[in-house]
């Protein structure tokens, strides 16, 4: 729960009470003092319209700013489905522990249009999910895999979600799940069924597969969201002479703090939902940052930040523009901050945010939905802040869940603009990598760091301490409403929340914002520079300038063929 902005409604001595309050930063582990309490914000924003109690359930409507200008608060937007945690319990009017059934998580849209899910063009679905052949052997760690070929039928995957169908303690030791494309690599028949990944060894740990394939497909970790492609772009899968994308390696990080043994892990996955009606564009992913996980130890008891640099060098490579729609950051449990900017090689002055997380939390990993567009040339610099404070030994980056990461997964279209550029980052505070896989270096590159050390202040929406506005007085004063004395109001342009929880007294929402907000301000507006539409034909001859080799694109713009 860390960064939350909560919103909590009680009734205690036939009185009804709405509290505003935040949890600000704690290291982890997060058991250990200092603790990451739920604190009253300094200034209650929220108001009390009514609220009605039964014998069974407390119904009320509270209303807020959609940006309130609190650094306390979390800014709300149009059409951003947010993810969220919800309890209630029996205690008066303080935070206290719920219980462990009284509680639950969701991903909530709180206005603006609704993006139909699965998308409306969806015509198809496939389920990938692991057979019996992998129990949990005492580890903390496990990274288990397993091959699919999904035939030959050429069609698009338009979305993305998490598929559980197992034991409830094996859901929970899922931490993430990455899909590569394996066609035509010899190591995708060592996982016919579920083993470690690498090692094939039962009792091994396994480690993870990123930069061993043709690149990653799609990606989902612990509270994280679907991923929804937009309107005009799908992963196309299948075989169409000679194109041909059909082999697929299922990686799961199995994270298993308490050595949990012979946990069986089957029947957890992905579900793909897939579309015949094929969208103009191809999409795929450059994934940065330090994905070979070389970046120097970190030190015990500090507050330390690490760079990673895709150098203007390696995106001039970039056929043309290429359209970030998604992004998902990745560290595990140090991590406090992590953010990617670019560098705009038309004006070095321009930093664009690609993504920002104020507070990180490992247990809510989201991806992101972003409205952002990388040119030839830019520079991407992924940063990511850890914090050791309560750590007896220094961290090293890795695969393991007790190591750290710092790794940023951009999801974007055309494959065609990214012309292999498919991972680009970290090698040594001398080199990067810059190709279609991890192996493929600059030698000479010399990485020119941007310095940023943590999120700039004009990047915020708030920081989660003190009031930021300085005409408001830091007082807290919890709004109230007498039982008897409701009466219904128009709401106007306010922001409106309905809550019902059955036996209950107290309920809190927790709306994780957590600091992932882009630019974007919907799924829906995917913003690009006007062109007209793209038509896609099957064709039986192909364009030797076209890399799209199951279909051809055309297409009239003022600005480049995709």
């Known amino acids: 729960m860390i960064g939350s902005d909560i919103v909590s409604v009680s009734y205690v001595k036939k009185q009804f009470y709405v509290d505003d309050r935040y949890v600000p930063w704690a290291a982890y582990p997060l058991l250990t003092s200092p603790t990451p309490y739920p604190q009253a914000d300094n200034h209650n924003d929220w108001t009390l319209i009514c609220a009605d109690i039964t014998n069974s359930s407390i119904t009320a409507i509270v209303t807020r700013a959609l940006d309130t200008g609190d650094a306390q608060d979390r800014v709300i937007e149009a059409g951003v489905s947010l993810p969220v945690v919800y309890a209630f319990g029996s205690t008066t009017n303080k935070v206290a522990y719920h219980g462990g059934i009284n509680r639950g998580t969701d991903s909530i849209q709180f206005y603006g249009d609704v993006t139909p899910y699965p998308p409306a063009d969806a015509d198809g679905s496939v389920i990938l999910q692991y057979d019996s052949g992998f129990s949990t052997n005492g580890l903390i760690t496990n990274y288990v895999c397993k091959s699919f070929d999904l035939g030959p039928e050429l069609r698009q995957i338009v979305a993305v979600e998490v598929f559980y169908n197992g034991s409830t303690i094996a859901n929970s030791l899922n931490h993430h799940i990455l899909l590569h494309d394996f066609t035509n690599l010899t190591d995708y028949n060592l996982y016919s069924s579920t083993v470690p990944c690498i090692s094939i060894d039962p009792t091994s740990e396994g480690g993870s597969l990123l930069g061993s394939g043709n690149g990653l497909v799609a990606a989902w970790a612990l509270g994280g969201t679907p991923l929804v492609l937009p309107s005009e772009a799908g992963i196309f899968i299948g075989q169409y002479q000679t194109f041909k994308k059909r082999y697929f390696v299922m990686e799961m990080h199995i994270n298993n703090p308490s050595g949990l043994k012979n946990i069986n892990m089957e029947k957890i996955g992905l579900k793909l939902y897939t579309t015949t009606n094929y969208r103009p564009n191809d999409a795929t992913t450059i994934t940065v940052g330090d994905h070979t996980t ?260 055309v297409q009239q713009s003022q600005d480049d063929k995709n």
């Open 294 to 553: 070389n970046f120097p130890d970190i030190p015990i008891g500090s507050l330390v930040s690490r760079e990673s640099t895709c150098p203007g060098i390696c995106t001039q490579s970039l056929l043309g523009p290429v359209y970030i729609y998604a992004s998902f950051l990745h560290m595990h449990s140090v991590g406090r901050q992590m953010y990617s900017l670019i560098h705009r090689a038309s004006d070095s002055s321009e930093v664009a945010i690609i993504e920002k997380r104020q507070f990180w939390n490992n247990g809510f990993q989201v991806m992101t939905p972003v409205n952002e567009v990388l040119y030839p040339g830019d520079q991407i610099s992924t940063h990511c802040v850890y914090d050791t404070s309560k750590q007896s030994i220094p961290v090293a980056f890795g695969s393991s869940s007790y190591n750290e990461m710092c790794i940023n997964f951009l999801f974007v279209y055309s494959t065609t603009n990214v012309n292999g550029v498919y991972f680009c980052g970290y090698i040594t505070s001398d080199y990067t990598s810059c190709g279609p896989n991890p192996d493929y270096i600059f030698e000479y590159d010399n990485p020119t760091p941007d310095g940023i050390d943590s999120i700039p202040l004009e990047y915020q929406f708030g920081i989660g301490g003190p009031s930021m506005n300085p005409t408001r007085a830091p007082t807290y004063s919890p709004t109230k409403v007498v039982v008897n004395e409701l009466k219904y109001s128009s709401y106007g342009n306010a922001f409106k929340i309905s809550v019902a929880i059955c036996g209950a007294f107290l309920f809190a929402v927790i709306i994780f914002l957590l600091y992932n907000y882009s630019k974007t301000t919907s799924r829906q507006l995917y913003k690009q520079p006007q062109i007209e539409p793209i038509e896609v034909h099957k064709v039986e001859s192909l364009d030797s300038k076209n890399n799209h080799d199951d279909f051809e694109l």
